[in-house]
């Protein structure tokens, strides 16, 4: 026989043992990232790079969010110069198409910032929604999640408690509808302008400028952010969320190490 000798039962109990060992392990994180598209990939990346404990909760069975396809499902992504020097860094070919803008292949690029992510240390569960956070005092402490399945079934027949991790520090990450603050906006504890119409001159450097702590313990990266604070979208364009999720990383650390954002 090519293969060892193991029976379904082996199967079984490394997959069940390996989770569960893994999700014990994560029940409390340094970081907890809502959102595995590239704002959210970005930061897991540097952050686990600097040794941080970083898990991703990604509500979909695959990572990458919208990095997949471009713009009109056509699998080209654009980026504006700076930041093709990120392509670089990650080791991702691409060409310039005109000045400034670069061109690259979205399921190249995609899968090699999750590559580069789950290279550095950052874990992740996949399948698993956010539908509220852990508040203490006044300072957001984690998240509440469940399966994704759960919440597509009708209401009347799933009873499905939800369970919580603790993080020092939450990112989210979860593009235009920013999930994580909206649990907040629930309880009236913050306010969104919902994101503005088309204007990608204007929108990338307003999504980095205003990346960071935008709640005590919540940090806003990628989409997120201009869904919080009214900036104008900036379509198939992707260098501000790769840049965005460098500098919720850097916000992290800042708050990890005490020093006030
Ligand atoms: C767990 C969740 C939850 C939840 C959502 O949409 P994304 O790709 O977000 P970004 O910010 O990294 O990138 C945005 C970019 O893809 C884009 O759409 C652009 C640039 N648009 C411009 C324009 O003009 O429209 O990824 C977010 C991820 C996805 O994978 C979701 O499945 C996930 O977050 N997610 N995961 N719990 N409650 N909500």
Partial sequence: MLFDRVEEK???RAIVEEFSRMLAEHAESDVIIVGGGPAGLSAGKELAQRGVKVLIVERNNYLGGG???GGYLMNKITVRAPAHRVLDELGIPYTEHSPGLFVTDGPHACSKLIASACD???RILNMTKVE???????RVAGV???????SAMPREITCVDPVSLQAKVVIDATGHDAEVVSALVRRGLMEVRGYSAMWVERS????????GEAYPGLIVAGMA???VYGLPRMGPTFGAM???????????????EGREE
């Fill in 10 to 12: 082996h199967v079984t």
């Fill in 67 to 69: 990095f997949w396809i």
């Fill in 120 to 122: 550095a240390g950052v």
């Fill in 132 to 138: 509220d956070v852990v508040i203490r005092g006044e």
């Fill in 144 to 150: 509440v999640i469940n399966w994704t399945p759960v």
């Fill in 204 to 211: 990338e450097d307003a999504v980095v400028e205003h990346t």
């Fill in 225 to 227: 952010v201009s869904t």
């Fill in 242 to 256: 790769l840049l965005s999720g460098k500098r919720a990383a850097e916000a992290a650390l800042r708050l990890l």
